[in-house]
């Protein structure tokens, strides 16, 4: 299918389903919050949201849209709280998944925002987005042509008042997020994951001043002393972490700061194809992973709280996703319900929305996927999504597998 047409399915898909019910019958449910609880069970979705979860016989209204799951699982739709969608076709990609909310990690040209709103207004069926904007980092690098204001800030992105107007210019464009660094980025040849950036001072400037708006910050930091300045500053989370220290790690349990390993991405370092195929990143995948392995241990052991990104812009090239990670995580030691959690109940808690997504529960957003399988037998079945449902809507359905008579 030719991409505009795509893109025309996709954009169009939604406005048929308005104003119906829709109801899920025969299945077997599982959240984060109650693991496997429920059997033969149907859940009635009114407006977008769940209206109510009936177990035993029961028969669907007239004129509903009902969807058989003959006893396939059904879950909540998976959160990645770590991405770079900035397209239809990726969020597309993002919501055939199973993700049905991203937390932007930066996106160039806020484009992050303009999804949020395309899906708030029913243009397309999902993911919803919390958007951070453009990156607060001491290079802007392209992303100054975000908006005109960012480009008369002189020089590189240091000083107090240079950070600050950053932030404002998000705030004031509408980011739900803030994203900054502590260190250097691993998917680049020629920098170091660990080389601290900016100071607790600095990242602090951050912090206050997107506080101003009730708007909480995410932190870039591979290394230690970046992701320990960051957590003294008061971010809500260190994305990625790779050599955190005990110490660090400790900070991050006391303050409540999240840690999103994005183990998958270092995963795809070390791998041919996916977002990153370069032999020297090849080499340093290969020397990160199991050190970001044992930084995951430690955290969950720790009783540090974990959510899952799988920090990819949904390219037509990319392998990582939000699945793959939470396999990731029960192979790091966590149960099936511990890594499923990671990617609903917890990483609600991370974006705020811990009251109104990641359960299958009356009043909740009707987000919700469709598997085979039983994922806490088998963690893997959740990368074969069967049904998605954003919103109330339904955004991908491959059943039934029967031809009709």
């Known amino acids: 299918m030719p991409f505009l047409a795509l893109v025309l399915v996709f954009v169009a898909a939604p406005l048929l389903a308005q104003g119906r019910v829709l ?19 149907a859940v009635v979705i009114r407006d977008g949201k769940i209206a109510e979860v009936v177990t035993g016989a029961y028969s669907a209204p007239a004129g509903a849209e009902v969807i058989d799951a003959r006893g396939r699982y059904v879950l909540p739709g998976l959160i990645d709280v770590h991405t770079h969608v900035s397209n239809f076709a990726a969020a597309r990609r993002a919501l055939e998944s199973g993700v049905t909310t991203i937390r932007s990690a930066s996106t160039n040209n806020y484009q992050d925002i303009s999804l949020r709103e ?8 999902g993911p919803d987005v919390v958007a951070s904007g453009v990156f607060v980092s001491p290079d802007l690098g392209e992303s100054m ?7 008369k800030i002189p020089g590189r992105v240091t000083t107090e008042a240079a950070m600050r107007e950053v932030v404002r210019i998000n705030l004031d464009r509408g980011v739900d997020y803030i ?43 591979h290394g230690d002393e970046g992701a320990y300045a960051a957590v003294q500053a008061g971010v809500k989370s260190i994305e990625h ?12 349990k006391e303050k409540g700061v999240f840690l999103v390993p994005t183990y998958i991405t270092v995963v795809d370092l070390t791998q041919p194809g996916g977002d990153y195929d370069d032999p020297i990143l090849t080499l340093r995948g290969r020397f990160m992973l199991p050190v970001l392995g044992e930084t995951v241990r430690r955290a969950h052991r720790l009783g540090v709280r974990i959510a899952t990104g799988a920090d990819t812009n949904y390219g037509e090239e990319s392998l990582s996703r939000v699945s793959g990670e939470v396999a990731s995580l029960v192979e790091l030691g966590l149960t099936p319900l511990e890594a499923l959690r990671a990617a609903t109940t917890t990483a609600a808690d991370l974006l705020g929305l811990g009251d109104k997504v990641g359960q299958i529960k009356a009043g909740f957003e009707a987000d919700l996927i469709l598997v085979e399988s039983n994922p806490l037998t088998d963690i893997r079945a959740l990368s074969d999504v069967l049904v998605v449902v954003s919103n109330g809507r339904i955004g991908l359905n491959r059943t039934p597998f029967s031809a009709a008579r």
């Open 145 to 151: 042509l975000a908006d005109p204001r960012l480009t």
């Open 241 to 252: 972490g790779t050599f955190l220290a005990e110490s660090t790690l400790r900070l991050m």
């Open 23 to 41: 109801v899920i019958t025969n299945a077997q449910l599982i959240d984060g919050a109650r693991g496997a609880f429920a059997s033969n069970a």
């Open 179 to 221: 994203k900054t660094r502590g260190t250097e980025r691993a998917g680049l040849p020629g920098t170091d994951p660990r080389k601290q950036t900016y100071t607790a001072t600095e990242l602090g400037w951050v912090v206050s001043e997107a506080a101003k708006k009730g708007v909480p910050v995410m932190a870039h930091a």
């Open 118 to 125: 395309a899906v708030r207004n029913g243009v397309i069926p």
